[in-house]
């Protein structure tokens, strides 16, 4: 997986970046599910989180994997498009990672985690702004969600 440039920061002018990862290990995606804020409990998403001014999308979203599940990442490309959030005061943006080292992830932010392939990305309810990347994503997971856990 070839690691995104480290020059892209988030702005400090225009919407609040929040980064995102794609976790794909063998064709399967790691979905999350929200434990709050209240009006996005139980939605599911991709890991991640707020970039810092000046922080570049990689090291904040490693930084947000450490945090959030306790998992060291390699990130990889983008996914799909930015996407507008809270009437364009956030943007989204997802790229696919994977995982480094013997660690696996835990829910310490979430309220479950779920490996999910192809055929059962519909088995979740997205949160609005990862339908898109989940879209732009399906192609390149296993169509069967057969194969075993990570």
């Known amino acids: 997986m070839t690691p995104v440039p480290q020059e892209r920061t988030a702005e ?5 970046l929040i980064v995102g990862a794609a976790i794909v290990v063998d064709g399967r995606v790691l979905a999350c599910e929200r434990a ?9 998403e ?3 989180g707020k970039a810092e001014p000046g922080e570049s999308d990689v090291d904040a979203l490693t930084r947000e994997c450490e945090e959030e599940l306790g998992v060291h990442i390699e ?3 983008q996914v799909g498009p930015d996407v507008p959030m809270n ?3 956030l943007l989204l943006r997802v790229y696919l990672a994977r995982l480094v080292g013997d660690r696996r992830p835990m829910a310490l932010e979430h309220s479950a985690l779920r490996w999910l392939g192809a055929g059962e990305l519909d088995d979740v309810p997205w949160l609005p702004a990862d ?5 732009a994503l399906e ?3 296993s169509p069967s969600g057969q194969r075993s856990l990570p």
């Open 12 to 16: 400090r002018t225009g919407p609040r």
């Open 36 to 44: 709050e804020p209240p009006e996005m409990a139980g939605g599911w």
């Open 46 to 48: 991709f890991p991640g």
């Open 75 to 77: 990130v990889g490309e």
């Open 87 to 89: 009437g364009g005061r």
């Open 131 to 135: 339908k898109p990347i989940v879209t």
């Open 139 to 141: 192609p390149k997971l």
